[in-house]
């Protein structure tokens, strides 16, 4: 998994939960305030300290694992940054040098890394003393982030398809779609593998259901995430083995 894909299905999670969309400026406060009730009767601070808080989801984590507010949502199951802010459990020593570790790591990844919207409130976060609850899933999405980069990468896997500003035709199988809200409407990052294994990327208005496609666009950009080649195109028609072209 690349960079683009792992901060856009990171945008995807945060989005489920905030109840707003991801560019929502999330504000850092300093202090402590008084507790409230939070959500499905969890109480809690509406601002709370970072190091705390990713104690408790560091312990959660080791206990059920890491969920994020998506996977929440499609299996009912509770998600970590809900569980971690009702956690009244003990954390140990060593757990708590693991949320030390991960907010260094987090601070230092996010600071130079600020190119979207999700890297960019991440960057603002974590560098503050505290945060509203509301950005508690923020918070906790560090443990996936961590995961998910931390997985190893191989060096210059794939290679590039087509030429830069022409057409290209290929067939791909979609992998995975990433669907955020839009100023204009819904709008789907296709990932696809084409017969090779390459990464083929397109951004569109048009859903597509999983499968193999023949994919006729035009080549936008040819870039590397993470170690493996990709082609973005654009501008494309596709056409499944056995269905009518879809514009």
């Not at 210059?156 to 398809?161: C, D, E, N």
Request: charged share 20%; proline share 4%; with cysteine.
């Amino acid at each position: 998994m690349n960079v683009e894909e792992i901060t856009n299905t990171l945008r995807a999670d945060m989005a489920s939960i905030l109840n707003a969309p991801i560019a929502a400026p999330m504000r850092a406060t300093p202090d402590l305030a008084p507790a409230r009730t939070y959500n499905a009767g969890v109480t809690a601070p509406d601002t709370l300290e970072i190091l705390p808080f990713l104690n408790a989801v560091i312990a959660v984590c080791e206990m059920h694992g890491y969920v994020s507010t998506k996977q929440a949502t499609q299996t009912g199951q509770e998600s970590t940054a809900k569980a971690a802010l009702a956690y009244k459990g003990e954390v140990t020593a060593a757990q708590k040098q693991r949320a030390i570790d991960l907010l260094s790591w987090g601070r230092s990844y996010f600071n130079t890394h600020r190119n979207g919207d999700y890297e960019r409130t991440m960057g603002v976060l974590l560098n503050a003393r505290g945060f509203e609850i509301r950005a508690a899933a923020y918070i906790a999405s560090l443990v996936g982030a961590r995961k998910n980069l931390d997985k190893p990468q191989g060096q210059g896997r794939g290679r590039h398809r087509g030429t830069l500003g022409e057409s290209l035709t290929c067939k791909g199988t979609l992998d995975k779609t990433l669907t955020f809200d839009g100023t204009y409407g819904p709008s789907h990052l296709h990932l696809m593998r084409d017969e090779e294994g390459n990464r083929i990327v397109w951004s569109t208005g048009t859903y597509l259901e999983p499968g193999t496609y023949a994919l006729k666009g035009t080549v936008k950009k040819h870039d590397m995430k993470y170690g493996e080649n990709q082609t973005v195109v654009t501008r494309c028609r596709v056409q499944t083995v056995d269905t009518s072209i879809q514009a």
